[in-house]
């Protein structure tokens, strides 16, 4: 593989994981620094950004080290009208996480848009970095789509609940998924290590669930092992 694979969660910041990842008395504001000393790498959620400003971009990169690799999920708030004005908005207030950011995440699955319009969005994300995306079936089935993601090499996600291996293309491959299994857990380190070889990408793979860190943990182990 041409980097290390990133193994991390979707997102930290879950009251939820109170008790059971984090200690029950540490404080909100203290979960990305005990997060960071677990893992190497996260998923961000676009629902984790405080907007505005983004203030609490510069405490995240206090409590991490440099080698800590972020892939930023663009929010909806971003690409609405008028667009792209607000996506260039949010790009820019990123500030010095941009220089940490492996790539970029966006979800289409919930939205309707002309291949204009997709093009106003991807376009801006991928001058600033490798891009993966979500979609929905009939996108994915879609000739013009498929056409558009190669010109702009914009990675598909890979759902290895759905499919048995990532689709080829882009530079940012991301495995979405909440398994327990260790034996999927590694179907999906070496499926994402054949890709990272024939690509010469960056990928990863990000899980979710009140069980996240258990399966991000033992992932990394798994991977640790194969030499991955």
């Given at each position: 593989?041409?980097?290390?694979?990133?193994?991390?969660?979707?997102?930290?910041?879950?009251?939820?994981?109170?008790?059971?990842?984090?200690?029950?008395?540490?404080?909100?504001?203290?979960?990305f620094g005990y997060y960071s000393n677990?893992?190497r790498s996260v998923l961000v959620p676009?629902?984790?950004?405080?907007?505005?400003?983004?203030?609490?971009?510069?405490d995240w990169l206090e409590d991490c080290?440099?080698?800590?690799?972020?892939?930023?999920?663009?929010?909806?708030?971003?690409?609405?009208?008028?667009?792209?004005?607000?996506?260039?908005?949010?790009?820019?207030?990123?500030?010095?996480?941009?220089?940490?950011?492996?790539?970029?995440?966006?979800?289409?699955?919930?939205?309707?848009?002309?291949?204009?319009?997709?093009?106003?969005?991807?376009?801006?994300?991928?001058?600033?970095?490798?891009?993966?995306?979500?979609?929905?079936?009939?996108?994915?089935?879609?000739?013009?789509?498929?056409?558009?993601?190669?010109?702009?090499?914009?990675?598909?996600?890979?759902?290895?609940?759905?499919?048995?291996?990532?689709?080829?293309?882009?530079?940012?491959?991301?495995?979405?998924?909440?398994?327990?299994?260790?034996?999927?857990?590694?179907?999906?380190?070496?499926?994402?290590?054949?890709?990272?070889?024939?690509?010469?990408?960056?990928?990863?793979?990000?899980?979710?669930?009140?069980?996240?860190?258990?399966?991000?943990?033992?992932?990394?182990?798994?991977?640790?092992?194969?030499?991955?």
């Amino acid at each position: 593989m041409t980097e290390e694979l990133m193994v991390g969660t979707v997102g930290w910041d879950y009251s939820e994981w109170a008790g059971t990842y984090y200690p029950d008395d540490m404080p909100e504001d203290w979960r990305f620094g005990y997060y960071s000393n677990d893992f190497r790498s996260v998923l961000v959620p676009g629902d984790h950004f405080p907007g505005g400003d983004l203030p609490a971009v510069g405490d995240w990169l206090e409590d991490c080290d440099e080698s800590f690799r972020f892939v930023v999920e663009i929010p909806a708030t971003a690409l609405a009208e008028p667009a792209p004005d607000r996506l260039t908005e949010f790009m820019d207030c990123l500030g010095g996480l941009d220089q940490r950011t492996a790539g970029y995440y966006l979800n289409l699955t919930q939205v309707e848009a002309s291949p204009t319009q997709l093009v106003t969005w991807l376009e801006p994300v991928t001058r600033r970095g490798p891009l993966c995306v979500n979609a929905r079936p009939a996108d994915i089935d879609n000739a013009e789509f498929s056409q558009l993601l190669s010109r702009l090499d914009v990675g598909l996600c890979w759902s290895p609940d759905v499919s048995s291996a990532p689709a080829a293309g882009g530079r940012l491959m991301l495995a979405l998924t909440e398994t327990q299994d260790p034996k999927q857990q590694r179907h999906i380190v070496e499926a994402l290590e054949r890709w990272a070889q024939a690509s010469q990408g960056t990928a990863g793979v990000f899980f979710g669930g009140v069980n996240a860190t258990n399966a991000a943990t033992q992932t990394r182990i798994i991977a640790e092992m194969l030499g991955i």
